[in-house]
């Protein structure tokens, strides 16, 4: 779980965890994130629940018997 205590950490997060929202910019979501930073003004906090995953693969090596 995240918690937020300002919009100017949500809009940080946002931008170095690019994969989230791949076309975040301010400019596009002004509206959301006026909405946003009017409810953490009334409730001091926003918290978010994020599940994330390693994903690691490897090319099988091909065997020379083969």
């Given at each position: 779980m995240l918690t937020f205590y300002?919009?100017?950490a949500?809009?940080?997060h946002l931008r170095m965890v690019a994969w989230q929202i791949p076309d975040f910019s301010v400019?596009?979501?002004d509206?959301?994130?006026r909405?946003?930073?009017q409810r953490i003004s009334a409730e001091g906090r926003i918290n978010v629940?994020?599940?994330r995953f390693l994903i690691a693969a490897e090319r099988p090596i091909p065997?020379?018997?083969a």
């Open positions: 300002d919009i100017g949500v809009i940080y400019e596009r979501y509206a959301s994130l909405r946003l930073h629940h994020a599940h065997s020379a018997c």
